[in-house]
């Protein structure tokens, strides 16, 4: 993990009352980092992430979370999917398919907003399998390497099943049941203080929160900034959103458009 | 619909379906008739029809002739029972899934009946087919409910914490003693418990300004 995301204490405070947890918060989420380090070298990527959402709508408002990540650009990935709201995670959710990206600059058509900015991160290839048994979807595992280049057969059947062990995972994992009702202390929480500050930009401006989520994006892609970034800034009330005129002289593409 | 094919396939007279489930109980599944879910029923209730020896043993248990004396000595009341029912000759066959027996195949006969060998392997290859079924059936179901309780886990979160922005901004511009978010939930979660309500549901009122936020920062 790129030094981020450890800077959150494991949220047993945002469980829904205070039942004890059944078992240790970071079993499963350490079990799929695992997962993702031994795919470094087995399908060869700089990179490998997990994200967890219950659907297609969901994911695009934010109700998602990246539960596991390795490599420097994991989590700058899944940001800017969030940013963007496009990319190989998105698609290969919304299509139940593998996608792959051996080359990330020659599909700049496909994903207009995500490809230049994750090009700029570093990223030069990338490739999402979805996580899913039969018609029930529950996320993605994302690869990426730094250098463009597909999958060998290996390589691709290395990948499908480690998404299958994931998925696997979810499904028979302690923490995911559902017999422990609403307790989600086993999720991360990557993109809580995004949703702080749609909460904070709501109350100062007096717009509802999808609109004020839909200003934190629009920020970040215009300023290349990352969303997280944005986000601690409003929290920490070095950037006001509340006024659009004063915020960006440019005009703003509404990374919302680029998704049918 | 497999108890059907049992018949047309095997040249029985009734077949049925019978599950395990986690605590080792036995149920009726599915059954060509009616009339032989009754005398699953049976066997499933007295505790002692070749059934429940396959599910312990997990081998074929074959009965050619239920009136025969060695039957009538290892499941009496099952015989008598299925003798009273019209039936002759009953094979159970297992359900495997690895080492565990998760279900029986039963087949039943109107007349004494042995079991071919080629029979009794078609018979097997259909509760394996069958058990094939079911593994995929329960995890699918297993999956939707996981892909439920993911989505209200992350609905969950998302409101919580746009709650906790709100807290923290309000108490900034109502120029209280400011609150950061992390003290926001300690109010959020202070005033839920105090008024009995789900974090949740308190949450998504302050995000929605159904309720004030005064409410929930004077404690």
Redesign the interface.
Not at chain 2, 142 to 158: K, W, Y
Not at chain 2, 160 to 170: C, F, P, S
């Given at each position: 993990m790129g030094g981020d995301g450890t800077d959150r204490p494991p949220d047993d405070e945002a469980a829904d009352g205070d039942l004890p947890r059944g078992s240790e918060p970071v079993a499963l989420g350490h079990r799929l980092g695992q997962v993702c380090a031994d795919l470094l070298s087995r399908v060869a990527v700089d990179g490998a992430g997990i994200t967890v959402m219950g659907s297609l709508a969901g994911g695009l408002r934010g109700a998602r979370d990246q539960i596991a990540a390795v490599g420097a650009l994991s989590s700058r990935l899944e940001d800017l999917q969030l940013t963007t709201g496009e990319g190989p995670c998105l698609d290969a959710f919304a299509r139940g398919v593998p996608v792959l990206t051996a080359d990330l600059a020659a599909e700049l058509g496909r994903w207009p907003g995500f490809a230049p900015s994750a090009l700029a991160a570093g990223a030069a290839a990338v490739f999402s399998f979805p996580l899913q048994l039969g018609v029930v979807r529950l996320g993605t595992l994302d690869l990426y390497r730094t250098r463009s280049g597909g999958l060998s057969r290996s390589q691709l059947a290395s990948a499908l099943a480690a998404g299958d062990a994931v998925t696997e995972a979810l499904l028979t994992d302690p923490d995911t049941d559902p017999g422990t009702g609403e307790d989600i202390g086993w999720l991360p929480g990557v993109h809580a203080d995004v949703h702080i500050a749609s909460g904070m930009l709501s109350a100062r401006s007096g717009m509802d929160v999808g609109t004020a989520l839909l200003r934190l994006r629009a920020h970040a892609f215009a300023h290349g900034e990352p969303l997280r970034e944005v986000a601690r800034r409003v929290i920490a009330r070095t950037l006001d959103l509340t006024d659009p005129i004063h915020d960006d002289p440019r005009p703003t593409p509404d990374p919302e458009d680029d998704h049918p | 619909m497999l108890a059907e094919r049992c018949i047309a396939l095997l040249d029985v007279s009734a077949a049925g379906i019978i599950l395990v489930d986690g605590q080792g109980r036995l149920s009726v599944a599915a059954a060509s008739s009616e009339r032989s879910r009754l005398l699953e029923v049976f066997a499933v209730a007295i505790d002692g029809g070749p059934c429940v020896d396959c599910v312990r043993t997990g081998e074929q248990q074959l009965c050619d002739d239920l009136t025969a004396a060695d039957a009538q000595h290892r499941w009496p009341r099952y015989a008598r029972g299925a003798v009273e029912a019209g039936f002759r000759a009953t094979h159970a066959l297992p359900m495997r899934l690895r080492d565990d027996v998760i279900g029986v195949l039963t087949l039943l006969h109107t007349r004494p009946h042995a079991l071919s060998d080629i029979d009794a392997r078609l018979g097997q290859a259909l509760a394996d087919a069958a058990t094939i079924g079911l593994i995929?059936e329960r995890?699918?179901r297993?999956?939707?409910?996981?892909?439920?309780?993911?989505?209200?886990?992350?609905?969950?979160?998302?409101v919580?914490?746009?709650?906790?922005?709100?807290?923290?901004?309000?108490s900034?511009?109502r120029s209280r003693t400011a609150v950061d978010?992390e003290e926001a939930?300690a109010l959020l979660?202070r005033h839920a418990r105090s008024h009995g309500q789900?974090?949740?549901d308190l949450a998504r009122s302050l995000?929605e300004r159904t309720v004030d936020?005064s409410v929930v920062l004077e404690g």
């Open positions: - | 995929h995890a699918l297993r999956a939707e409910t996981v892909q439920e309780q993911l989505q209200g886990a992350l609905n969950s979160r998302i919580i914490e746009q709650a906790k922005g709100v807290l923290a901004a309000e900034h511009l978010p939930f979660r789900r974090l949740t995000v936020p």
